[in-house]
């Protein structure tokens, strides 16, 4: 199994930056794909940015909503993925959650499954 665990989140004002970190354990090698959710009060889960691991096309993946103002990357000895978030906007506030897809290849075929993590409360202030 992969455990995530998120860090970073806060209360800003408008126009400042957080960065969240998420730290991954256990069966990480098996980690295709991991990123950042997010979900405010009344609203679906929705997909902020994600990176392939290496080797894997597809490199990295954001919202529209929040392209040129955040940067995903990952630190594979750390097994860390960072989500730099700029400019943020009170429209940013939500809970944001560690995602990582995982495949195991199997003796009767290939396991995926998602992680989650517990989630970290961004609140930015206008």
């Known amino acids: 199994q992969v455990q995530l665990v998120e860090s970073g989140g806060g209360l800003v004002q408008a126009g400042n930056s957080l960065r969240l970190s998420c730290a991954a354990s256990?069966?990480?090698?098996?980690?295709?794909?991991i990123g950042w959710y997010r979900q405010a009060p009344g609203k679906q889960r929705e997909l902020v940015a994600s990176i392939s691991s290496p080797g894997i096309t597809g490199s990295t993946n954001y919202a529209d909503s929040v392209k040129g103002r955040c940067t995903i990357s990952r630190d594979n000895a750390k097994n860390t993925v960072y989500l730099q978030m700029n400019s943020l906007k009170p429209e940013d506030t939500a809970v944001y959650y560690c995602?990582?897809?995982?495949?195991?290849?199997?003796?009767?075929?290939?396991?995926?499954?998602?992680?989650w993590g517990q989630g970290t409360q961004v609140t930015v202030s206008s």
């Open positions: 995602n990582a897809h995982i495949a195991i290849g199997l003796a009767t075929g290939v396991h995926e499954y998602d992680a």
């Open positions: 256990g069966n990480t090698f098996g980690i295709n794909r």
